[in-house]
C-alpha cells in the first residue's frame, strides 16, 4: 500500500459512507450490518479495509472498556475533504492536473438540465468572488 495515498478506494468509500451517515462510532460488526443492506462484501473484507483506512489514517478508533477485541471507529476526514483529494488525484492522474480540461471533460459529457447550468454558473460565480 502506497503510504502517501490518503483517498479510499471505491471499496473503502463504501464503509466511509456508513461511518459518516453515523452519529456514533461503529464497530466492525455494526459496519457489516449496515453492509449487507446494500452490498455483498464479506465480514472478513469489511474488517480487512477497516483496516486499511485506519492505516491510511482515514479512521480513528477507540478500544471498548468492556471487550479489548472490540473497537469502535470514526471517521478522521470529513467526505468533503475525501471528494477534495479524489478530485486532485482524479485530475492530477488523468488530465496532468490541468483543472480546466478535468472540469470542461466533466461538464460536456454530461446532459445538464438548464436549472444544473444555472446551479454551475452560480458555483463559479461563488469562488470567482472568493479569491
Not at 500500500?1 to 459518516?20: A, C, D, F, G
Not at 461503529?26 to 459496519?31: A, G, H, N
Not at 468492556?66 to 479524489?86: F, G, I, S
Not at 486532485?88 to 480540461?101: A, P, V, W
Request: hydrophobic share 35%.
Amino acid at each position: 500500500m502506497n503510504k502517501n495515498e490518503q483517498t479510499p478506494s471505491e471499496s473503502e468509500w463504501k464503509i466511509m459512507e456508513v461511518l459518516w451517515n453515523s452519529d456514533i462510532p461503529l464497530t466492525s460488526l455494526e459496519v457489516i450490518e449496515r453492509l449487507k443492506k446494500s452490498d455483498n462484501m464479506t465480514p472478513k473484507m469489511v474488517r480487512v479495509l477497516i483496516n486499511r483506512l485506519s492505516k491510511k489514517g482515514l479512521l480513528g478508533y477507540k478500544v471498548d472498556e468492556q471487550d479489548a477485541r472490540v473497537y469502535h471507529y470514526t471517521p478522521l476526514r470529513t467526505m468533503e475533504e475525501c471528494l477534495r483529494d479524489k478530485s486532485r488525484k482524479f485530475t492530477d492522474c488523468y488530465f496532468s492536473g490541468n483543472k480546466m480540461n478535468a472540469m470542461a471533460a466533466l461538464v460536456q459529457s454530461f446532459a445538464l438540465t438548464d436549472e444544473q447550468i444555472e446551479e454551475l454558473e452560480k458555483l463559479l460565480e461563488e469562488r470567482k468572488e472568493s479569491r
